[in-house]
């Protein structure tokens, strides 16, 4: 079975500032996606970055990158340059064989101007 | 581009009495799926579709919950009786996802129905 670990119920962040958001997995499929979400107060679920468990690079969306340690198993979410808009709840997801998506609990992160 | 679609976006309704969701999925995904959000138990995958075909139910509460799909462009999620801790946040979300078991689809959400039920 899967399991997603999000261990940071909430961080705070400095605007303009870096921010790490932790997640950890386990996994027994050799074969996985890991996925990031963003959930804003307003409620809506917002799909941030992928990364594959055979990519070779660590996945980069804008702002957004994907600091992957596979022996470590773990998906670390990277914000750079955070801006006021970044705080929302944080959800990380895997998706192995068989279509299921499991998701961590979630981190909310504060962006203090 | 349209996305998932839900309906209605809010519904509080009495205990006891039946609850429909609705879902439009994304024109072209073959994959479906329906989760539960509480601040108690977080996002909970609920059942989910495969080319309008149920894959897993394992996440269905109770025999109370039950969901169609009837085709590609619709699915449905019921609740009866309803009962007031069922009162949560219910996102439906679709994907292209292949017997080939590609994982790099991330799922789109719909906006969610807010259901109280007192």
């Known amino acids: 079975a899967q399991k997603i670990t999000q261990t940071q119920p909430g961080m705070f962040v400095q605007e303009k500032e870096a921010v790490t958001l932790d997640c950890t997995y386990d996994?027994?499929?050799?074969?996985?996606?890991l996925f990031w979400y963003k959930q804003p107060s307003s409620g809506e679920m917002i799909f941030l970055i992928y990364q594959g468990s055979y990519d070779q690079q660590n996945a980069t969306e804008g702002r957004y990158s994907l600091n992957f340690q596979k022996a470590r198993k773990s998906a670390n979410l990277v914000i750079s340059a955070s801006q006021l808009g970044d705080s929302a709840m944080y959800f990380c997801a895997i998706q192995t064989g068989g279509f299921k998506t499991i998701f961590g609990a979630g981190t909310r992160l504060f962006v203090k101007a | 581009d349209a996305g998932v679609i839900q309906s209605p976006r809010h519904e509080v309704t009495e205990m006891g009495q039946e609850v429909t969701l609705r879902c439009k999925p994304i024109?072209?995904?073959?994959?479906l799926f329906w989760y539960r959000q509480t601040m108690m138990r977080g996002l909970e995958l609920l059942i989910y579709?495969?080319?309008?075909?149920?894959?897993?139910d394992s996440g269905m509460p109770e025999d109370r919950f039950s969901a169609k799909m009837p085709n590609a462009s619709f699915s449905t999620l019921k609740i009866q009786p309803s009962e007031p801790r069922d009162s949560a946040v219910y996102f439906c979300?679709?994907?292209?996802?292949?017997?080939?078991?590609?994982?790099?689809?991330?799922?789109?959400f719909g906006d969610g129905t807010r259901l109280s039920i007192l």
């Open positions: 579709f495969n080319n309008n075909v149920p894959i897993d």
């Open positions: 979300a679709s994907s292209l996802v292949g017997w080939t078991g590609r994982r790099d689809q991330p799922q789109h």
């Open positions: 024109s072209g995904h073959n994959s």
């Open positions: 996994t027994s499929d050799p074969s996985y996606g």
